[in-house]
């Protein structure tokens, strides 16, 4: 007999993502999220899987968009678009996956694996790379302060999933950071890193829209 370890573990849990697609783009030169790959948006690419591997979903938009399709509207900082996101998830969410429109190769597999981490006592989950560069900690000056060891760090992506209670009170006093685990760790949280994946790229130049657009096309 075989036993669905998965359903097992997941009973009683509520799973929601926000999809976090209101940043202006900065870096890029326009909102990248609205940009085409094949026949869909980058944005629509991260809510697909989210919607087969969460029992709901949040889209957080700019304005524009959000009255135009439905959705929230996003804040000036990603954390302010994390908390609208937030105050849209039902209350009776268990767990709650944040996700960034701008990684939208992020696989079931990964959703499920932060998530089984979360079931699985973790207070939040983050999938993580070995880094392969030297990383440097310098100061606002250029001047390099340390060396970290390079075999203890990640390069950390998301889907990132949490314990829902944890995620809301991280957020209670409208922290920001670049991503929600370093709120999570400040409040201390136990944040458990799963494997990465190097298809999940965070597109942030059009090289990175022109690699995505390869890798659909079966050349990468
Ligand atoms: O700017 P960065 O690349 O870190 O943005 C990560 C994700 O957060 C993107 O998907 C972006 O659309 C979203 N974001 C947002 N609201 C902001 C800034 C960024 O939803 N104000």
Redesign the pocket.
Same mark, same amino acid.
């Not at 976090?20 to 940043?23: E, H, K, S």
């Not at 996003?74 to 990603?78: L, V």
């Given at each position: 007999m075989s036993v669905n370890t998965l359903a097992t573990q997941r009973v009683g849990e509520k799973i929601w993502t926000i999809i %976090? #697609? *209101?940043?202006s783009g900065a870096r890029f030169g326009s909102p990248k999220?609205f940009e085409m790959i094949n026949e869909r948006r980058v944005v629509d690419w991260a809510v697909e899987t989210a919607r087969v591997a969460s029992d709901g979903v949040i889209v %957080?938009l700019p304005q524009a968009q959000a009255q135009r399709e439905g959705g929230v509207v +996003? +804040? #000036? !900082?990603?954390s302010?678009?994390v908390r609208s996101g937030l105050a849209a998830v039902p209350t009776d969410a268990t767990i709650i996956c944040v996700h960034? *429109?701008?990684r939208p190769f992020a696989s079931e597999f990964l959703f499920h694996e932060v998530v089984d981490a979360v079931c699985n006592g973790a207070d939040g989950a983050v999938p993580g790379l070995p880094v392969v560069d030297t990383i440097k900690f310098i100061s606002i000056e250029n001047i390099v302060i340390s060396t970290p060891d390079r075999s203890r760090l990640v390069a950390v992506q998301t889907p990132q999933a949490f314990r829902a209670k944890i995620l809301r009170a991280a957020h209670a006093s409208n922290p920001e950071s670049?991503d929600d685990s370093s709120l999570v760790e400040a409040q201390g949280g136990r944040i458990v890193v799963v494997n990465g994946d190097p298809l999940n790229r965070?597109l !942030?130049t059009p090289e990175d829209m022109n690699w995505a657009r390869a890798v659909t096309r079966g050349e990468v």
């Open positions: %976090v #697609a *209101a940043g999220q %957080v +996003g +804040g #000036a !900082t990603r302010a678009s960034d *429109a701008a670049t965070k !942030t």
